[in-house]
């Protein structure tokens, strides 16, 4: 069975672009979470979606928006790109969106923002 | 003050050695716990949930102490394969896992 994908693996853009991130979750899995990771820091949250809606969102800036289609798969959208938003940024999709379902994660896409 | 705090390390042991280490959470409604494995430039992966009660798979013992609020990772007889960097996870918020920063293991042959 195929785990979660992400695409694109690696992206470079400038800063005041914009990029799409696109995560498809492992198949029966109804919930996907979003992640930052910095190098040297561990993931911080930043959306979760369950059923095509938001379900939770972290300290993030509005700048960054997400989605879930009725396909499960989701996309995070992040605006008006600053150096600081280099990052690994994981996806991980569980059955439901309840901690004790394990969440499993994506490979990552690595953005660099020049 | 971070919601997960974490010894970095690096912690150095040799093959067959004991390691241990402890994170520390802040926020006393959590949950559940767990700790995630992640391997350089890799993604995290579960390596184990810890319940209050202690928990014990193969050569990995987590404790929990909801009264002081810290969580161990104990790892006997270590492998080469075992290096890698562990992170705590906690969750405040029921749906979302906060991580702390990780702790560094690096096992010599």
């Known amino acids: 069975d195929a785990g979660v994908t992400q695409s694109p693996t690696h992206l470079i853009k400038t800063r005041g672009q914009h990029v799409t991130l696109r995560c498809s979750p492992i198949?029966?899995?109804?919930?996907v979470s979003w992640y930052q990771q910095v190098l040297g820091q561990g993931p911080q949250f930043i959306f979760q979606?369950?059923?095509?809606?938001?379900?939770g969102r972290g300290n993030f800036p509005d700048r960054f928006s997400a989605r879930q289609f009725p396909n499960y798969s989701s996309e995070l959208n992040v605006n008006a790109l600053l150096l600081g938003d280099s990052a690994l940024y994981l996806c991980?999709?569980?059955?439901?969106?309840?901690?004790?379902?394990?969440?499993?994660f994506g490979p990552g896409t690595r953005l660099t923002v020049l | 003050r971070k919601e997960v705090e974490q010894d970095p390390g690096p912690f150095n042991v040799p093959e067959g050695a004991t390691v241990a280490f402890n994170c520390t959470y802040s926020?006393?409604?959590?949950?559940?716990f767990f700790w995630y494995r992640q391997d350089c430039r890799k993604e995290p992966k579960l390596l184990m949930s810890v319940y209050s009660s202690g928990n014990e798979d193969g050569r990995f013992t987590a404790q929990l102490n909801r009264a002081s609020q810290y969580i161990s990772l104990l790892i006997r007889d270590s492998k080469l394969s075992d290096s890698a960097t562990y992170l705590c996870?906690?969750?405040?918020?029921?749906?979302?896992?906060?991580f702390g920063a990780g702790t560094t293991v690096t096992v010599r042959a």
């Open positions: 198949s029966g899995h109804k919930s």
């Open positions: 926020n006393s409604a959590s949950q559940s």
């Open positions: 996870v906690v969750t405040p918020e029921g749906y979302k896992l906060s």
């Open positions: 991980a999709s569980s059955l439901t969106p309840d901690t004790y379902n394990e969440q499993f």
């Open positions: 979606y369950y059923e095509k809606e938001e379900r």
